[in-house]
């Protein structure tokens, strides 16, 4: 069983950043970060594998978010710099142990409650 709980949410004005944390309990082999606006489904937005950290973004953050673990792969990180209005979202943590890392929400058995993250223009 992998227990995850997320927190670092908030809000911002265009052009701030935040950095989201998850503190994780268990092994897995993928990490990522899902985020969730109203009346949207919700997306992939960075993973990363347990072994080799190997990473992949979605094409909307890539250059402006990185996903990072700590050494005893305990904790997983999202760093969030010039954030936009349309990253307002509900940001999820989640963890699976799929044949491949993709970012998609049928690759992960396990989430987090959630974090908000809201950005003002």
């Known amino acids: 069983q992998v227990q995850l709980q997320e927190s670092g949410g908030g809000s911002v004005q265009s052009g701030g950043s935040l950095k989201l944390s998850c503190a994780a309990s268990?092994?897995?082999?993928?990490m990522a970060w899902f985020r969730q606006a109203p009346g949207k489904e919700r997306e992939g937005v960075a993973l990363i594998t347990n072994i080799g950290r190997t990473t992949a973004y979605a094409e909307s953050v890539k250059g402006r978010f990185t996903i990072s673990q700590d050494g005893a792969k305990t904790t997983l990180y999202l760093q969030m710099n010039s954030l936009e209005p349309e990253d307002t979202a509900m940001y999820y943590c989640a963890a699976g142990y799929p044949a491949v890392c993709l970012l998609s929400t049928e690759a992960y058995n396990y989430w987090g409650r959630g974090t908000q993250v809201t950005v003002s223009s």
């Open positions: 268990g092994d897995t082999r993928c």
